[in-house]
Structure formats: C-alpha cells, structure tokens
C-alpha cells in the first residue's frame, strides 16, 4: 500500500516518528509531502498535497498530521470524494475505517502522545471499510455531486 503522510510544523516531530514507525513494522510505500522542518508552514497546503495524492489514485491512504488534527481534517475534506477524519483514539481510528471509509488519518500532535499515535496507526491501517453504511455513505457521495459536477477536478 502507498501511504501519503504529511505534517505542519507542530505535527512535524510525531510525523517523523510516525515515518520511523511505518518504515519499521511495514512494507507500505511512504511518500512524504513534508514538512521536512520545523520552521512554519501552512496547514493547508500539505493537506492539499496528500488529499491530492489520494484523488489522484498515487496513494491509497494518507495520514495528516497538525496541531489538533482538525485544520488538516478541514482542508482534505475540501476534495470531493476524500474522507479525512481526526483519531484521537483507537475506537475513532478503527471506526473511521470500518464505518466512514475514511482514506485520510489526522491526528493532532498537540493532544496524543506518540505511543497513542502508533497505536492509532496500527488500528487504522488494520481496519478496512464493513459496508454497514453503505447507505450513508451514498447520501454523502449525492451531496458531493450537487456540489463537485463530475467534469470539475481540484487542480493542485
């Protein structure tokens, strides 16, 4: 699997750690849409990177990482069709998974911890999507199409 992951600078450390983490238990492909500092960087343009990855079929899931985990949650679900939902804990990590088919993780570095982040990550990428809300989740592609017309496509 291909993994999009991205941070601002107040999630840049846990997403290093996150990277160290996968590199170590995983097979997964990392692509790595930064920061590669600390030094300041807008939210929104990160997000914009890894959501487009998802979008653009170039990683299967993406894991965001900022100060709360909410900007970044705001941001990717601005593209039609991606599902980015803050964890803050395992059941909302495996929950996101088994019941939004949520493809984007975001976690917020300023409320977890690392060992709960890894633990987050672990759930999530072991949960996959049970169908249970099926319908739901078709009510939510109708209000997407209302809004995203099939001929429009975000631009980067």
């Given at each position: 699997m291909k993994i999009a992951i991205g941070a601002d600078n107040a999630g840049f450390d846990l997403k290093e750690k996150i990277k160290t983490y996968l590199a170590n238990n995983y097979r997964h492909q990392i692509i790595d849409f930064g920061t590669n500092c600390a030094q300041p960087v807008d939210y929104p343009d990160i997000a914009q990177q890894v959501a487009s990855a998802i979008f653009d079929k170039r990683a299967e899931r993406g894991i965001l990482i900022c100060g709360l985990g909410l900007g970044m949650a705001i941001a990717a679900n601005k593209f039609?069709?991606?599902?980015?939902?803050?964890c803050h804990d395992a059941l909302s990590a495996r929950k996101s998974r088994e019941s939004n088919n949520a493809q984007?993780?975001?976690?917020?570095?300023?409320?977890?911890s690392y060992p709960t982040a890894r633990n987050i990550v672990k759930i999530w990428l072991a949960s996959e999507y049970l169908g249970k809300s099926d319908k739901k989740l078709k009510k939510i592609k109708h209000i997407e199409k209302i809004f995203y017309p099939a001929t429009r496509k975000p631009s980067m």
């Open positions: 039609p069709g991606i599902y980015a939902t803050p984007i993780l975001t976690m917020g570095s300023q409320i977890i």
